[in-house]
């Protein structure tokens, strides 16, 4: 019921009060009429003005708002709220060698190992600590206390709080790690990514350990309870500010001086002062190099020129070797062409090898300048990176910058006495240097190369390729055929060297001579027969046919008449069937010519006995 209504009834009830207060009164009065006989009477109105309206509907007595406040305050100094997991602050009043004994204003002090106060061994009684509740009341009725707990709980809050507001934490660097280091930030272990700790690439992380910094809280992951923090950040907000007052101030072939922040094998990168720019590798040096380690050393200060910027120069490119004057304009002006030179080898290529004669000047010997041989080879058959060679001035273009070397030159050509040195059918000892397909290269000398044609190696081998014939750098005994000092061509023979046997071959294998001999392979279309290593003889399958109508077979020894030969292709053919059949021809030619003669006697008989009858008959009539 409302409070309203209830004092309403209150009010309404309390006439009846009143006088069943009076009639006691009056009761108490008449009984103790020894005592008093007359009484004042009481007034309602009085009573009621007086009443505790408070202590009746409350059935205590009222308080006031003072007294109230006074009470709260006592109890928030002396009272602390025991909820598990609650962080509080408490007092150490008592020490062991285990434990400290902890007073948090609750209704019995708490207990806490000393192991958790490693990290203070200069705790003492009387030192306020942060401790969480852990149990309000174990079975013996012990409340227990971590401040382990109590640490982490109150990290993890501080380190979301600077998160949040980017407040600049202190850490200390343990150790290292995989990809980084570890911090103790508030007492938690955070990731310092190796990336993080400067602009600067590090090369000894060691350096760090053990050592207080200030980093900023840049990555939280609540899920896996990670911490990422960095102190490049706070870096990085300096230099921005010094690199936008540098790039102001940029100009192109202003001289800057710079730290060498990072090498790699296409350029140096350079500090300067918040602002990175790039010298390529090109730019360091007049001379050529392979690396800019050979030049420079990482945190070495230099001194660079500005080549060239992007628009909003965020891509500087830088230059070491525009401090100084070119080489070539350092040239000496009595080189010219013809004069020998000394130089190094710096590049080889597969046309020619870069020598530097002076620091920053260059010449091309081409591989066809390193030999008066016609025979080109690769640079790499003549010199060696780091040589030291003399070399003779071809061309010399100052404004070009360009200069072309020769080496052959040094030495005298070849070909100038070659008619005297190589007369035609002069015999020679060469080496074989490659092949083609239609022959063999010889060299005689350095610069005098000579070919054999593959026609020309051999009387009686069929060589498909010269490989066949001959090796690569062997000896071969040769003789000049021709010689054509004009184009520098030297036609060479080896076959020549001995006398056609194909000669004495002609004269023994005439056409329709006959030739008893084995036939040595049958083949597709007939059969072999080997009268020597140079001669073997085709017979074709139509004049293999016996005088039986049988046909040869391996083995057999036959007669065989020549009925094709040709000393050029080395070429002899057979015919076994044109030995019998030749006869029969011969036969029948001789019968035939008897059989004429015989018919010719026989018709002069019979004539002449006509003639002789005739003549008897004549004589006989008288005539």
Same mark, same amino acid.
């Given at each position: 019921m409302p409070k309203k209504a209830e004092k309403k009834e209150s009010t309404e009830k309390l006439p009846e009060a009143v006088e069943n207060n009076v009639a006691v009164e009056d009761t108490s009065k008449k009984s103790t009429k020894d005592s008093k006989e007359t009484k004042e009477k009481v007034d309602p109105t009085e009573i009621l003005s007086n009443f505790d309206w408070h202590n009746y509907e409350e059935g205590i007595d009222e308080v006031d708002d003072k007294q109230i406040k006074e009470f709260e305050k006592l109890v928030e100094e002396n009272f602390v709220e025991t909820l598990t997991n609650n962080v509080v602050e408490g @007092?150490? *009043?008592?020490? @062991? +060698? #285990? %434990?400290?004994?902890? +007073?948090?204003?609750? $209704?019995?002090?708490?207990?806490?190992? &000393?192991? %958790?106060? #490693?990290?203070?061994?200069? &705790? $003492? *009684?009387g030192d306020k600590v942060e401790v969480l509740i852990d149990i309000r009341e174990d079975a013996t009725g012990q409340l227990i206390l971590s401040h382990r707990k109590a640490r982490v709980i109150k990290a993890w809050e501080r380190v979301n709080d600077a998160h949040d507001t980017g407040e600049i934490v202190n850490g200390f660097v343990k150790c290292r790690t995989k990809g980084g280091m570890i911090v103790d930030v508030f007492g938690i272990e955070a990731f310092l990514p190796g990336s993080q700790i400067d602009v600067k690439p590090i090369r000894d992380y060691d350096q760090y350990v053990n050592k207080t910094m200030e980093f900023k809280v840049v990555k939280i992951n609540h899920e896996f309870k990670n911490v990422v923090v960095s102190h490049k950040a706070l870096i990085e907000a300096d230099i921005e500010l010094q690199k936008k007052e540098i790039i102001k101030q940029l100009e192109k072939g202003q001289i800057l001086e710079g730290v060498v922040k990072n090498i790699t094998s296409y350029g140096v990168f350079m500090d300067l002062g918040g602002v990175d720019g790039l010298v390529h590798i090109t730019d360091l040096s007049w001379s050529r190099i392979n690396h800019p380690n050979e030049i420079v050393e990482l945190d070495q200060q230099l001194k660079v020129v500005i080549l060239d910027f992007d628009e909003d120069k965020s891509r500087i490119q830088l230059g070491l070797k525009q401090l100084s004057k070119h080489p070539w304009e350092a040239l000496a002006e009595d080189v010219k062409v013809g004069d020998t030179v000394k130089g190094k080898v710096v590049v080889i290529a597969d046309y020619g090898a870069f020598v530097e004669i002076s620091e920053g000047v260059e010449g091309l010997i081409h591989v066809s300048e390193m030999s008066w041989s016609t025979h080109l080879r690769s640079a790499q058959d003549f010199f060696n990176v780091g040589d030291q060679i003399e070399a003779k001035i071809l061309t010399f273009d100052r404004e070009e910058r360009k200069m072309s070397l020769g080496v052959k030159q040094l030495t005298p050509d070849p070909w100038t006495d070659i008619t005297t040195k190589y007369p035609l059918q002069s015999k020679h000892t060469g080496i074989v240097r490659n092949f083609t397909n239609f022959g063999v290269f010889v060299e005689l000398e350095e610069g005098v190369d000579g070919l054999i044609y593959i026609s020309d190696l051999s009387w009686t081998k069929k060589i498909k390729h010269p490989r066949e014939f001959c090796n690569t750098g062997e000896n071969i005994e040769v003789l000049v055929l021709e010689l054509d000092v004009e184009n520098r061509k030297l036609s060479l023979g080896h076959k020549q060297l001995t006398e056609n046997p194909w000669d004495k071959y002609e004269n023994e294998f005439v056409l329709n001579s006959i030739h008893n001999s084995e036939v040595s392979e049958i083949v597709p279309k007939g059969a072999t027969v080997k009268f020597n290593d140079d001669v073997i003889a085709f017979i074709p399958s139509r004049h293999m046919i016996k005088e039986d109508g049988g046909k040869l077979q391996k083995g057999e020894v036959v007669d065989l008449k020549v009925i094709e030969f040709n000393k050029d292709t080395k070429r002899v053919v057979l015919s076994h069937t044109q030995t019998f059949r030749d006869i029969e021809e011969i036969n029948k030619k001789v019968m035939s010519k008897k059989m004429k003669e015989d018919s010719q006697s026989a018709k002069n008989t019979l004539g002449d006995a006509n003639e002789q009858l005739q003549e008897l008959k004549d004589k006989m009539d008288g005539k």
């Open positions: @007092t150490v *009043v008592h020490m @062991t +060698d #285990r %434990e400290a004994i902890i +007073d948090i204003n609750a $209704k019995s002090e708490g207990v806490i190992s &000393l192991n %958790e106060f #490693r990290y203070n061994p200069g &705790l $003492k *009684v």
